[in-house]
Nanobody, 123 residues
Framework: QVQLVESGGGLVPAGGSLRLSCAASGRAFSEYPMGWFRQAPGKEREFVAAITQSGSSTFYGDSVKGRFTISRDNAKNTVYLQMNSLKLEDTAVYYC????????????????WGQGTQVTVSS
């Protein structure tokens, strides 16, 4: 089992930056990939980013490439999502996820989820 707790969400003006954190507990953190998804009102949950166990490889959804950066600190059991140049359309609840089996971009592949943190980008 893995427990995930996100933090760092909030209200930010368009063009601004925000860093989300996700603290994991349970199984050894370095054993599994981590990911971030988001869900806006009335929309399906969308893949944002993923990172492999060691952090050597990262993957991004097309809508965030070049603006968001995923990283992890295995010593702190934490994954981060640095979000820069935020746009109105980035407004959503952001979820971290752990331990996927299959394609990273598929929400069904991920075994464990956090409760989510709200990010609101204002004009």
């Amino acid at each position: 089992q893995v427990q995930l707790v996100e933090s760092g969400g909030g209200l930010v003006p368009a063009g601004g930056s925000l860093r989300l954190s996700c603290a994991a507990s349970g199984r050894a953190f370095s054993e599994y990939p981590m990911g971030w998804f988001r869900q806006a009102p009335g929309k399906e949950r969308e893949f944002v980013a993923a990172i492999t166990q060691s952090g050597s490889s990262t993957f991004y959804g097309d809508s965030v490439k070049g603006r968001f950066t995923i990283s992890r600190d295995n010593a702190k059991n934490t994954v981060y999502l640095q979000m820069n140049s935020l746009k109105l359309e980035d407004t959503a609840v952001y979820y971290c996820a752990a331990d996927p089996e299959g394609t990273f971009t598929n929400t069904d592949a991920w075994a464990f989820w956090g409760q989510g943190t709200q990010v609101t980008v204002s004009s």
